[in-house]
């Protein structure tokens, strides 16, 4: 024998269900909106290398510092070969960043780029990056990793500095990958 309070509060936690299924797998394109805003997780409009040369606005500079974090699992170092640079938007530059392997083992990482303030990505061009791809790293080897990119020069005026960090996680080796690495 049901009651109408209890029909009531049937109703309602079916309703609820269905609404948090729902709304679970509206999750994913609403993060990836966010992140489009945002510049987070690694959205970082990055472009192909046709993008063609951009003229250089040498009326103004603008400060790109480089931060890396490492995921606790991978064994390496990873820094940039400098902190930060200064440049004119529109002037392409090309950066390196150090990475050694500290174990005795061939090992994978996958390096996602965030830059930041989130509404300056967009203006940071990467026409080429080793965050494009997975790296491999062979036992106690270091390995030069470079990135070319530009600001483009329609970046705003009130965007002085930007932030370009990677973090780089261990990768399990993709099957085209592993088979190309020379032994």
Not at 154 to 161: E, F, G, H, K, Q
Request: aromatic letters at 12%.
């Amino acid at each position: 024998m049901t009651t109408p309070k209890i029909k009531k509060h049937l109703r309602w936690l079916t309703f609820s269900a269905v609404g948090m299924f729902g709304f679970g797998f509206a999750l994913i394109p609403l993060y990836d909106v966010f992140c489009d805003i945002t510049g987070l997780n690694g959205k970082d409009y990055s472009r192909e290398s046709s993008v063609p040369m951009t003229s250089v606005d040498e009326s103004r500079t603008v400060k790109v510092e480089f931060v890396t974090y490492l995921s606790k699992q991978l064994p390496w170092q990873f820094k940039p070969e400098m902190n930060s640079i200064e440049l004119h938007p529109g002037e392409r530059y090309q950066v390196s960043f150090v990475a050694t392997n500290q174990s005795d083992q061939d090992t994978f990482g996958r390096a996602v780029p965030s830059i930041s303030p989130g509404y300056g990505a967009q203006y940071l061009v990467k026409t080429e990056c080793f965050c494009f791809q997975e790296q491999m790293l062979a036992a106690n080897a270091e390995a030069m990793m470079p990135l070319i990119f530009y600001v483009d020069p329609n970046i705003p005026a009130d965007i002085s500095t930007l932030t370009l960090a990677y973090t780089l996680f261990k990768n399990e080796p993709t099957t085209d990958l592993a088979m190309s690495q020379p032994k």
